[in-house]
């Protein structure tokens, strides 16, 4: 059983995130600074960013482009962190493209 807060007690934990992510697995691609088209997975997304999954472990450069065929848009992100098979992203801009 999980006791409650005491009402005088201020949490301050710092929130990093600005805006909330939305759990949802979209299927995107990476081109890979070779030209190659890589299929990956964004496993949660919000307006500023997401975490990427590529399923198995990979060299990414610091900063890619994403294509979200749901959405329609290519972003470019900053790579933030990196851990096993996923990547955290910071969107820079996003283009819409045509089907």
Not at 1 to 13: L, R
Not at 16 to 31: G, T
Request: proline residues 4%.
């Amino acid at each position: 059983m999980q006791s409650a807060k005491p009402e005088n007690v201020v949490d301050f934990t710092p929130e990093r995130r600005v805006v909330e992510r939305v759990k949802e697995e979209i299927d995107a691609s990476y081109l890979a600074e070779d030209g190659e088209i890589v299929a990956c997975r964004i496993v949660d997304f919000s307006l500023m960013g997401a975490c990427i999954d590529f399923f198995e472990p990979r060299e990414v450069p610091d900063r890619i482009r994403v294509h979200v065929m749901k959405l329609g848009l290519v972003y470019d992100a900053e790579v933030r962190w990196r851990r096993d098979s996923q990547v955290g992203v910071l969107f820079e801009k996003a283009e819409r493209v045509a089907d």
